[in-house]
């Protein structure tokens, strides 16, 4: 079946633009987070969501981030005011059911200049 | 303040012998290890987990050990193939954030078997 989707895969933006980042879970998987990995790192934890909500938003950096999740199934993450210090892989990740593994997406590429 | 370290940032292995890849934490709250592989250009693929009421589990050519007292665990892939050449990261959770919910990862380790 259909893996995590993650649109678009590479998105370069000017310093202060305003950007989306699109995730689309396994169909059915109630639960979904956000990571971003710069470079040279591991993932770090951003926003995790169940159903509609966000169960937990701690690893948002600041109140640049926005994410969203209307319906219980796409989501989105929003960037205001980018810097260059956003630039990184953005992953999302869904699970059937929070404590099952997480299936990851291929990420999307952010690079501000 | 690294609380999940992967102090070797790579490792480079015959095909055919074992790969050792090692993990060591400093939160005590940490009850639950996973170990992910990756790809480039590809997320993250979950390869196995280790909960803290265990010492060891094994999963075909893939263990993974657990060292409470040492805070330390490893993966260990025997006979190791050209295909696991790829980036091992090491992730911990503890029960505040809920089992899988919020992990805290290491720096990855890049792994790289000979043929």
């Known amino acids: 079946g259909a893996g995590v989707s993650q649109t678009p895969s590479n998105k370069v933006t000017e310093k202060g633009k305003y950007v989306e980042l699109r995730c689309d879970p396994i169909?059915?998987?109630?639960?979904l987070y956000w990571y971003r990995q710069s470079l040279g790192q591991g993932p770090e934890f951003l926003i995790y969501f169940q159903g509609t909500g966000a169960a937990d938003d701690s690893g948002l950096p600041n109140d640049r981030f926005f994410a969203v999740r209307p319906e219980g199934s796409v989501s989105t993450l929003k960037i205001q005011r980018t810097e260059r210090g956003d630039s990184a892989v953005y992953l999302c990740?869904?699970?059937?059911?929070?404590?099952?593994?997480?299936?990851f997406g291929n990420g999307t590429r952010l690079t501000v200049t | 303040d690294q609380q999940v370290k992967q102090n070797s940032p790579s490792l480079s292995v015959q095909e055919g012998r074992i790969s050792i890849l090692n993990c060591d934490y400093t939160?005590?709250?940490?009850?639950?290890f996973l170990w992910y592989k990756k790809y480039p250009a590809e997320g993250p693929t979950f390869l196995i987990s280790?909960?803290?009421?265990?010492d060891k589990n094994e999963d075909g050519r893939f263990t993974v050990f657990l060292n409470k007292s040492a805070k330390h665990l490893s993966l260990h892939i025997v006979p190791s193939q050209p295909g696991d050449s790829a980036v091992y990261f090491c992730?911990?959770?503890?029960?505040?954030?809920?089992?899988?919910?919020?992990?805290?990862f290491g720096k990855g380790i890049t792994l790289s078997v000979r043929p």
């Open positions: 280790i909960s803290s009421i265990k």
């Open positions: 939160n005590s709250m940490f009850d639950y």
């Open positions: 169909s059915g998987h109630t639960a």
């Open positions: 992730a911990a959770n503890s029960p505040q954030a809920g089992a899988n919910s919020k992990l805290t």
């Open positions: 990740a869904s699970s059937l059911i929070p404590g099952s593994p997480l299936h």
